[in-house]
């Protein structure tokens, strides 16, 4: 009974449409960071020019990095003379016065946030 519903000339041996593909995913981890990220290859590490904001939250958080350099450069001094030569404070205050210039540059977000 169920073999004689079954209509054979029906049949059609059509291709089934494929399931949509997930989006690639990037081989390394520099692909997911933005341009000018530290690890890709568009990162340099003295930028020379400025990057233009007109957003005021962009300009309001650059001129906060504007007073902290001169801060990390007093620092520095003050590790040379009171602390006479020890590395690993004047190592900190050399990266935290390269980044605050860094920062002041790109306004980038990965290295604002460290």
């Not at 960071?33 to 300009?59: D, V, Y």
């Not at 007073?67 to 520095?76: A, D, E, W």
């Not at 004047?90 to 977000?109: A, R």
Request: glycine share 2%.
């Amino acid at each position: 009974m169920l073999a004689s519903k079954i209509n054979k000339d029906n049949d059609n041996f059509e291709k089934v449409e494929e399931p949509q593909k997930t989006p690639k995913v990037p081989a390394n981890f520099k692909e997911i960071l933005p341009p000018g990220t530290p690890g890709r290859p568009s990162f340099k590490i003295i930028p020379k020019k400025k990057k233009h904001f007109w957003r005021p939250e962009a300009l309001r958080l650059r001129s906060l990095f504007t007073p902290f350099f001169p801060f990390h450069f007093v620092f520095l001094i003050g590790d040379i003379f009171f602390y006479e030569l020890e590395v690993l404070p004047i190592f900190y205050d050399v990266f935290l016065s390269w980044l605050c210039f860094f920062n002041y540059m790109t306004l980038n977000k990965v290295t604002c946030l460290v």
